[in-house]
C-alpha cells in the first residue's frame, strides 16, 4: 500500500544552520506530495506541495522537489529561525484518497 | 475567514467510558475527514465524509467507535467503551471540495483524549 517515510527526530539545531528533513514515498501511481507543520499548541497547516514530478514547492524560505526517481520530497531550509520550532509532517494522495502521514519530525531551534 | 472548530480541547476518562467529540468545519467545506494522532506518529485516518456520506471508515474500529454528519456540516466523533489505547489527539480537517490531489486541508487544534 501507500506509505510516507520521514528521517526520525528530534532535529536540533542552532538559528541560521541548514535544514534537511528527509522524506520516501511508496505508492501505486503518481501521488501529491505535502508538507505540514505543527507549531506548539496549533493545528496542523499546509507548508508546501507539489503535484508531479520534478515540481518544487515553496514557502516560507522552505523548499522541497519531488524526486520520482527517488521517490523522495526533502524538505530544505538555507537558514532556520527559532519560529521554526515546530513538528514537521511528510504527507503524500492520491486521487480519491486521504492524506497519508508519515510519523513526524520535530525540530528544535535554538538561538 | 474562520477557521476548523473542534471541542473539548482536553478530555480525561477512564476506560470503558463514553466519550465524544465535536467538530465544526470551514463554512462551505464538503468534505470532512477524523485523524487520530497518537503520540510519537503520524496522523491516521478514521473516517472521511462527503457531504453527510461516508466515504472511507475502513480503518474506524466500528465495534467502538461511530462518527456522524447528519446535516453535512458539523459532526461528531464517539468511543464506547473506552481503551487505553484510545489515548491520541483526534483531529478534524476539512476541505472544499471532493478528495483529490491538489485538495488542502485544514486541520483544527484537536481534543487531547486520556484514557486512564
Known amino acids: 500500500g501507500n506509505s510516507v517515510t520521514q528521517m526520525e527526530g528530534p532535529v536540533t539545531l542552532s538559528e541560521e544552520a541548514f535544514l534537511t528533513i528527509n522524506c520516501t514515498y511508496t505508492?501505486?501511481?503518481?501521488?501529491?506530495l505535502f508538507w505540514y507543520v505543527q507549531y506548539p499548541g496549533e493545528g496542523l497547516q499546509l507548508l508546501l506541495k507539489a503535484t508531479k514530478a520534478d515540481d518544487k514547492g515553496s514557502n516560507k524560505g522552505f523548499e522541497a522537489t519531488y524526486r520520482k526517481e527517488t521517490t523522495s520530497f526533502h524538505l530544505e531550509k538555507g537558514s532556520v529561525q527559532v519560529s521554526d520550532s515546530a513538528v514537521y509532517f511528510c504527507a503524500s494522495n492520491q486521487a480519491g484518497t486521504a492524506l497519508i502521514f508519515g510519523k513526524g519530525t520535530t525540530l528544535s531551534v535554538s538561538s | 475567514e474562520a477557521g476548523v472548530a473542534q471541542s473539548p480541547r482536553y478530555k480525561i476518562i477512564e476506560k470503558r467510558q463514553s466519550v465524544a467529540f465535536w467538530c465544526n468545519p470551514i463554512s462551505g467545506h464538503a468534505t470532512l475527514y477524523w485523524y487520530q494522532q497518537i503520540l510519537g506518529q503520524g496522523p491516521k485516518l478514521l473516517i472521511q465524509?462527503?457531504?453527510?456520506?461516508?466515504?472511507?471508515d475502513s480503518q474506524l474500529p466500528k465495534d467502538r467507535f461511530s462518527a456522524e454528519r447528519l446535516k453535512g456540516v458539523d459532526s461528531t466523533l464517539k468511543i464506547q467503551p473506552a481503551k487505553l489505547e484510545d489515548s491520541a489527539v483526534y483531529l478534524c480537517a476539512s476541505s472544499l471540495g471532493t478528495p483529490g490531489l491538489r485538495e488542502k486541508l485544514f486541520f483544527g487544534s484537536g481534543t487531547q483524549l486520556s484514557v486512564l
Open positions: 505508492a501505486t501511481g503518481y501521488p501529491s
Open positions: 465524509f462527503q457531504n453527510n456520506g461516508v466515504v472511507d
